[in-house]
């Protein structure tokens, strides 16, 4: 079963290699999608794959790369999705 889901990272997330390091997280993880800031700040990740590794996808962008400090993460499931790849934007 192939899940998408869109979550948007609050913190200290833009400037400290948060996309980067979510794209390196996703891939190993095994999923497809993107990693784009937002004008507000926050990081979008939307992310298609197997349920646990979203779920570990989930746990990790709590935490985030060392220099981040994520504050909110907010989860909203979206229909599946065909992504080539994991982008960042």
Do not use: C
Not at 33 to 59: F, I, K, T, W
Not at 62 to 76: F, L, M, N, S
Request: no cysteine; net charge positive.
């Amino acid at each position: 079963m192939i899940l998408t889901a869109r979550f948007l990272v609050s913190g200290r997330v833009q400037g400290v290699y948060f996309r980067a390091s979510t794209r390196s997280r996703a891939r190993t993880l095994g999923l497809s999608g993107h990693a784009r800031n937002l004008p507000d700040g926050r990081v979008e990740v939307v992310a298609s794959g197997a349920p646990q590794a979203l779920a570990e996808l989930e746990a990790w962008l709590h935490q985030g790369p060392p220099a981040a400090r994520v504050d909110k993460v907010e989860r909203e499931e979206l229909p599946p999705q065909d992504h080539r790849g994991f982008q960042v934007y």
